[in-house]
C-alpha cells in the first residue's frame, strides 16, 4: 500500500507490504502523524516552533523543547564535531539572506555550537538562528519507520522527498534523481539502511547577480555550485542526510566521520 | 544495513536482472480510496460547483495558479464535509491530489492521488540503461514501472500548496455557505 502526502515542504511517500489493508493504512496514519510531529516542532518557517523559540529567546532564557529536537541538536552537534564542523546547521543566516529561508534578518553567522541542551532545556551563547533542513527530514524518516514497526510493520520504506529508508527482508532497488537525464539511475541495492542524497540542482539560482544554492559552506559562507549528486547510505536516514553536506563539500569520500557511522557515501556525476 | 552498489552488480549475471524498465516515481490512487483515506466510513454526493468568473478571477488572483479548476470534481460527505479533486502541473511534477474539508472549513487532510515526475527534459545521457537493452526482467528482484526509493534533492511541494490554497479560496466564495 502506498500514500503520498505535502509534508516538510516536499512529497513525503509511504509504501508498507506484507501487511493487511488495515493494518498497513493504520501504520501510515501513525508514520505520517509522526513527521508532522517532526515538522511542527522543528520547521524554520514557522515562529512558534520550537527552531523559532530558540532563535528569538534561548540567548536570554531556557528553552523547553520537544524530546525529538532535543535528539535532533544532539545529533548535529554530534555530527558538526565529528566533520570537524563541515556539517553545520548555523548556515540559516547566509540562507535568509538570500531569500531561501523566511525573513532576511541581518544577523551574524550562528552555530550549533552555540546551543547547550540539558533535559529538554535548550539555551544559547548569543542569538542564534539555525535550520534543520539539513538534517530534520531525516530524523523524520526515521521516527516515521520507528512508527510502522510499533505498529508490527516489518517491511516499509519512507522517502521525504529524496532522503529514504527500507526495513524488510528483501534489498530494494534504489534510484538516483537525475533531472537532467531521461530516467533517475539506478544506484544499488538497499537492505534495512537510509539513503540521503544532496545536490542543487532544484535549489540553484540567481540572487542579486550572484549564483546561489540552498548547500552553503560553514566556513566560508560560500554556496556549492558543483552540480554533481552527493549521496549516503547509513543505517539511520538522519545521519545520511547530515553526511551529504560533510561529502557535497568535501568532495572525500574517505573521512573518518563515515567509517564512524558506518556510513558508504558515493558520488554520481552530474549527466 | 546492507549496501551493494550498482557498480559491485556490474560484475555479476544478476546486473541483467535489475535493470530499470521505464521507470518513474509515482503513484496511483483512485477516488473512492481517496474519499475512505481522508473520510473513512462516509459516503459521497457528487455536488459540482457553479463558479462565475468573478469567483474564478478571484481564484486566480489569490493562489497565483492558472489551470482552470474542474467543477465536477467536488463531493459532499454525509456528515457535510467536502471532498475536492484537483491537478497541479509543476516544472518537475504532475501531482493530482484530494482535498477533505471538515464542516467548520478547517482542512481535514490531503492525500496525493496521482505523482509523476518529469526528466529528460534535456539532453539524456542514458549510457547506463543502453547496456541492458535487449535484456529481460524476470527475476526475485522484478522491477515495478514505480519507483518507490528515489534518492536526490528535495523537490518543493510549493505548487502543491499553491493548489491548495486555490481550492481554499473556493470554499470560501462558493462551497461555505452551500445548503
Redesign the interface.
Known sequence: M?????LL???V?I?VHGAPAALC?KAMDAAFDAITLVQTHMSAFNPDSDLGRIRRLAHLEPITVHPWTQDVIELAQAVHAQSEGLFDPGVAPQLAGWGLLPDGLSEAAASITQLSVNHGQVTSTAPCHIDLGGIA?GFAVDRAIDALQACGITSA?V??????R?IGP????????????????????????A?????????QQAHAGQTISALVNPRSQQPLLCPD?F?V???LCAVADALTKVLALTRNTALPCFAHY?A?P?ITAA? | MNWTPASALLMLPMAALVAPTLAHARINIGTEEAQQRLFPGQKFTPSPVFLTEVQRDKMRELSSVREPFKSERVWRSANGGWFIIDEVLGKHEMVKYALAILPNGSIKGIEVMEYVESYGYEVADDAWRQQFVGKTIDAPLKLKQDIQNLSGATLSCKHLTDGVKRLMVMYELALKNAK
Request: aromatic share 10%; net charge positive.
Open positions: 502506498n500514500a503520498m502526502r505535502p515542504g516536499t512529497y511517500r509504501s493504512a527530514k520504506s522517502n521525504a522527498g529524496g532522503d529514504l527500507v528483501t534489498p530494494e532497488p534504489i534510484y538516483l534523481r537525475q533531472p537532467r537525464a531521461a530516467e533517475p539511475v539506478f544506484a544499488g541495492l538497499l537492505q534495512d539502511g539513503c540521503a542524497t544532496s545536490a542543487i540542482y532544484f535549489s549528486s549521496s547510505i547509513a543505517p558506518n558508504q558515493f549527466t
